[in-house]
DNA sequence: GGCGGCATGTAAGTTGTTACATGATTAA
DNA sequence: TTAATCATGTAACAACTTACATGCCGCC
């Protein structure tokens, strides 16, 4: 079993979803922590129905709309799966597992690290590329804390996502910080 | 060209290195934003050698101490590379490109959005793992940064070194906070 | 009829991890 | 002589990305 076997375990606890749906929740609601490639989801889904951990929804939907909204009638069909209790003993088993290691990848620290060997122009560029790409996730973590705030105790497990929201707020707000330092120093270097 | 390899030619530019020691130097170094093993450093340094990018020193010494002590005469001998021209000027190239797609994976997170289906302290074992690596991590940045502030004009890399520890101290502080929050949350979870 | 968006899926290639094999030296 | 540490290297595997192929539908 891999990360991404967990993830859609996990997701489809909440109820039914098909690949593209996992795909667009991945992208929404865990991109600033976590990223999945249909490569990785349409593989996986049929090798846990393989092993009967999940199963498909027979009668395939049509749909161009997410979680129960009105069916539009648009695009291929759509497979949807869901939870079988194995699947859920098997979620349960990992919850209570040890984290894996955690792993990082920025390269613009690289870039930083490194950046004697760049003038200071370029290396602006790419902290303001980072910066707006930062302050567009606020933006999108603060809308959905929004939204969560009030439907807090409609479901047990909101709390839980609140908490991972404000990780992203305080890490985007501490990023956000770094870039307004850094281009400061960056303006000052080249003036020297 | 990936990444591993201008991680390489990044640290040959400062002075020539093995294998083993840019290993050292990215897990102290650039551990908490980089990682990278010895599966992928020693074939790049072949392949990179291979296209004239950097060429092994002739003369093997020996040697347990980085970065110019005095040689030890331990353990096998040391292969060390130096950066040539062709690959400084291809580490330079790549500093002027934009920078690639980030990533992360922080499986915390995700145990924390399914945080529901496992238990308090289970959970809070796990945010309480965390923090002690980001503790440890923390102390870590802030010791290098103490060494290396009073050198900062010694060097034109210095500085931009600063600012790298400066955001993994934001990052670092900003985790640390979260954990305080997150454990008293799920302290008063369990006693719901 | 053709285009664009929705949706599923696969194959090829790249990248990265892990475990292991080797060798040399020092210290117990 | 055995263990530990330093150091290099590889092979097998696992994970991931990317680009593409397919198909269905609605619309112009």
Redesign the interface.
């Known amino acids: 079993m891999r990360?991404t076997d967990?993830?859609i375990l996990?997701l489809l606890?909440e109820g039914p979803l098909s690949g593209y749906e996992i795909k667009k929740i991945v992208d929404i609601r865990?991109g600033?922590?976590?990223?999945e490639s249909f490569g990785q989801i349409f593989p996986a889904l049929r090798d846990l129905a393989g092993r009967g951990l999940i199963e498909e929804i027979p009668g395939g939907e049509t749909g161009g709309d997410a979680a129960g909204g009105p069916a539009e009638a648009k695009g291929r069909s759509r497979k949807r799966y869901r939870l079988v209790p194995e699947g859920e003993a098997a979620?349960?088993d990992w919850?209570?597992s040890?984290?894996?290691r955690?792993?990082?990848?920025?390269?613009?620290?690289?870039?930083?690290?490194?950046?004697?060997?760049?003038d200071g122009q370029?290396l602006a560029g790419?902290v303001e590329?980072?910066r707006r790409k930062h302050e567009g996730e606020a933006l999108l973590l603060d809308r959905f804390r929004r939204e969560l705030e009030p439907l807090k105790d409609k479901d047990?497990?909101h709390?839980?996502?609140l908490?991972?929201i404000?990780?992203g707020l305080?890490?985007n707000?501490?990023?956000l910080?770094?870039c307004r330092?850094?281009l400061e120093?960056l303006e000052e270097?080249t003036r020297r």
């Open positions: 990360q967990y993830v996990g606890e865990f600033f922590f976590w990223s979620l349960r919850m209570a040890p984290v894996a955690e792993s990082y990848r920025l390269e613009l620290l690289l870039r930083m690290y490194f950046g004697h060997l760049a370029t790419q590329a980072f047990e497990n709390p839980h996502i908490q991972v404000d990780l305080k890490v707000r501490a990023y910080d770094w330092e850094t120093f270097r």
